[in-house]
Each structure stands twice: as structure tokens, then as C-alpha cells.
């Protein structure tokens, strides 16, 4: 006889409605101002989806309110960029830590490639990368294979877009620096639009959900059934969002949370729990790396309920009292 599986057993009683209430007193943290769109973010928003690997998808809170993707889509240019160069872009990005903020004006040194793909460096690269023979070809391919991930058509936020791409200028400067030190073959000026545009994709923690699931199944996606990318690819990806994607927050988020995942300015959390499920949080204020302080605490608790924590082995809080560590996450 075989006993069921514990996480799933978990994941199909949890509470996903009890856990956003127990996170939505917390305060802490500032809303992003560096496009219009970010600084209105309503700082209630909260939003928590979970896409397990059958395929089902459990919300809480404001699931299909949209919001611009941003940096939850540096894992999935990434995706695309492996894909379409049948993985050469593993030789035109680092995969190393920078223990620097996302935007940060720095090169690999010695090789003037970016640090990793998930810093903004890389992902204007990896954006360069994606299939298309020009910047109108390069959009649709990633806007298609976005879609591919979230198993439902997306769109691009166009003010998002156009004030992405005209307040950018680290932006701009870092594409610059890579044309400079020759790893950037498309303009600066294409490099940011094809960046900027990828980063103004709207979604909601539904979609962001499947994609991150998509990433967690080996690249199928667990909704629609299709093979957006190779198995080898999304173990590559996940690999490197769980040592880079939370920025110089990467460490910490590892051993507190301990799930891959990409953090963004929107305040939108990506999560892949290989084999298991990919998650979304959505709630705008963030902690001083950019990321969002209630999706910190509720990717925290949710990891250690679950018992899903990928070093965690043996380590599932699921029959304690999992007191909400609000105000003090740092030790969560
Ligand atoms: N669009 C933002 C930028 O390029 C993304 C940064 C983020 O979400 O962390 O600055």
C-alpha cells in the first residue's frame, strides 16, 4: 500500500485565505515610485495564486487584479533565450551571485558579460537573445512565449512600456556598457525597448502562478499541457533563480523561505517548488532589496506549512503553531 504523498495532502487542506489574513496586518515597506504606474500601486493590494503540478490553481485575495509583470519575467527571458539559442546564452550571461542591487552598473570583470540573468544587466541580454530578426519580431516571440507559460494570451501595459523604456536610464546605461565591452549585439536603444516591454507585461498572481508552475514541472506547463521549454532548460532557470533571483536579498531568502523564486518592483513574487507547484504573491510595499515585505512573510510561512522548503528535509511546521513572524521576517 502506498501512502499519499504528504505535500499534496498539505497543499489540498491548506488555507490559503487564513494565511493572507494572518499576513495582511503587516505594514512594513515602501511602494516602488520609479514609473507613475508602480508609485499608484494600491498598497492593500494582496494576492497569493498556487498552481500545483495536477494542474489545479487556488487563489486568495485580489487574483485577477493586473499589474505589470517587471522583473518576474527575468526568469522566463531566460527560459526563452536558452531555448532559442539552444543554450548558448549560458555562454553570454554569468550565473553568479552579485550581492548588488538589481540595478547595478557592473559587469562580469574579464569578460564584460553580465553577472546573471536576473539582474537587469542580464536580462537586457537575455531579452537580445530571444528569437527575432528585429525588435517588433523579438516582442511578439517573448510576448507568445509568455503566454505559452501562463497558459492564457497576455498583453503588454503600453504607458508601462513607454515610461519603462523613457525613465530607464540606468537601463539604457547598462546596455550602453554592454555594447561598449562588445557582449550586447543588438543597439541600447533596441535592447531597452524589447527589456522594457517585456518588464510591462500585464498579469495576475493567477498567471504568474502557472508560470512559475510551468517552470517547476520541467518546463511542461501543468494547466494546458504544453512543452513550453526543455526539462534541462527549467532546471537551469530554477537553479539559477534560487541562488540569484532575490538580489542581494538572495541569501537570506534561501534559508528563510528556502523556494526558488524572482522577486520585482511591482511588489509580484514568482515561486517554483521543483515537482511540486509554482506560487505567486502579489502586495506592492517593499523591504529595502526590492522585495515584497508580505510576500517575504507569507512565501515564508507558506514554505514551512507546506513543508516544502527544498533543504528542509523533516523540517515541516505543518502541526505546530506557526506564529506569523510580522515586523521581524529577517529570522522568519
Ligand atoms: N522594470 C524594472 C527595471 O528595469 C524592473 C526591476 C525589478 O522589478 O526589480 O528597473
Given at each position: 500500500?502506498?501512502?499519499?504523498?504528504?505535500?499534496?495532502?498539505?497543499?489540498?487542506?491548506?488555507?490559503?485565505?487564513?494565511?493572507?489574513?494572518?499576513?495582511?496586518?503587516?505594514?512594513?515597506?515602501?511602494?516602488?515610485?520609479?514609473?507613475?504606474?508602480?508609485?499608484?500601486?494600491?498598497?492593500?493590494?494582496?494576492?497569493?495564486?498556487?498552481?500545483?503540478?495536477?494542474?489545479?490553481?487556488?487563489?486568495?485575495?485580489?487574483?485577477?487584479?493586473?499589474?505589470?509583470?517587471?522583473?518576474?519575467?527575468?526568469?522566463?527571458?531566460?527560459?526563452?533565450?536558452?531555448?532559442?539559442?539552444?543554450?548558448?546564452?549560458?555562454?553570454?550571461?554569468?550565473?553568479?551571485?552579485?550581492?548588488?542591487?538589481?540595478?547595478?552598473?557592473?559587469?562580469?570583470?574579464?569578460?564584460?558579460?553580465?553577472?546573471?540573468?536576473?539582474?537587469?544587466?542580464?536580462?537586457?541580454?537575455?531579452?537580445?537573445?530571444?528569437?527575432g530578426g528585429d525588435v517588433a519580431a523579438r516582442n511578439d516571440r517573448i510576448l507568445r512565449g509568455l503566454s505559452s507559460f501562463a497558459g492564457r494570451e497576455l498583453h503588454v501595459d503600453e504607458e508601462v512600456a513607454r515610461d519603462e523604456h523613457a525613465l530607464g536610464d540606468r537601463n539604457h546605461a547598462l546596455a550602453h556598457l554592454m555594447r561598449a565591452e562588445g557582449t550586447l549585439e543588438v543597439t541600447a536603444d533596441d535592447a531597452v525597448e524589447v527589456y522594457a516591454r517585456a518588464c510591462a507585461v500585464r498579469v495576475d498572481v493567477e498567471a504568474l502562478a502557472v508560470m512559475g508552475a510551468t517552470l517547476a514541472c520541467g518546463g511542461r506547463n501543468p494547466v494546458t499541457g504544453e512543452q513550453v521549454v526543455s526539462a534541462s532548460v527549467a532546471r537551469d532557470v530554477v537553479a539559477v533563480m534560487a541562488t540569484c533571483g532575490v538580489y542581494d536579498g538572495s541569501g537570506r531568502w534561501m534559508r528563510s523561505v528556502g523556494i526558488p523564486a524572482k522577486s520585482s518592483v511591482s511588489g509580484a513574487i514568482v515561486l517554483s517548488v521543483p515537482g511540486v507547484l509554482g506560487a505567486a504573491v502579489m502586495s506592492p510595499p517593499l523591504d529595502r532589496q526590492g522585495t515584497s515585505v508580505r510576500g517575504h512573510i507569507a512565501s515564508g510561512l507558506l514554505s514551512r506549512e507546506l513543508g516544502v522548503h527544498v533543504f528542509g528535509v523533516g523540517d515541516t511546521v505543518a502541526d505546530r503553531d506557526g506564529a506569523c513572524p510580522v515586523g521581524d521576517h529577517d529570522d522568519a
Open positions: 500500500m502506498t501512502s499519499p504523498d504528504p505535500v499534496s495532502a498539505r497543499l489540498r487542506d491548506y488555507d490559503l485565505d487564513d494565511l493572507r489574513s494572518r499576513v495582511l496586518p503587516e505594514r512594513g515597506g515602501e511602494v516602488n515610485d520609479s514609473i507613475p504606474q508602480l508609485a499608484d500601486a494600491d498598497p492593500d493590494l494582496f494576492a497569493i495564486a498556487l498552481a500545483a503540478s495536477d494542474g489545479r490553481v487556488r487563489r486568495s485575495g485580489q487574483s485577477t487584479t493586473p499589474f505589470s509583470i517587471q522583473s518576474a519575467v527575468k526568469p522566463f527571458l531566460f527560459a526563452l533565450a536558452l531555448h532559442d539559442t539552444d543554450g548558448d546564452a549560458l555562454e553570454r550571461v554569468g550565473i553568479e551571485p552579485t550581492g548588488e542591487a538589481f540595478d547595478a552598473i557592473k559587469l562580469e570583470s574579464g569578460t564584460g558579460r553580465p553577472p546573471n540573468p536576473m539582474v537587469n544587466a542580464g536580462a537586457l541580454l537575455t531579452a537580445a537573445l530571444v528569437a
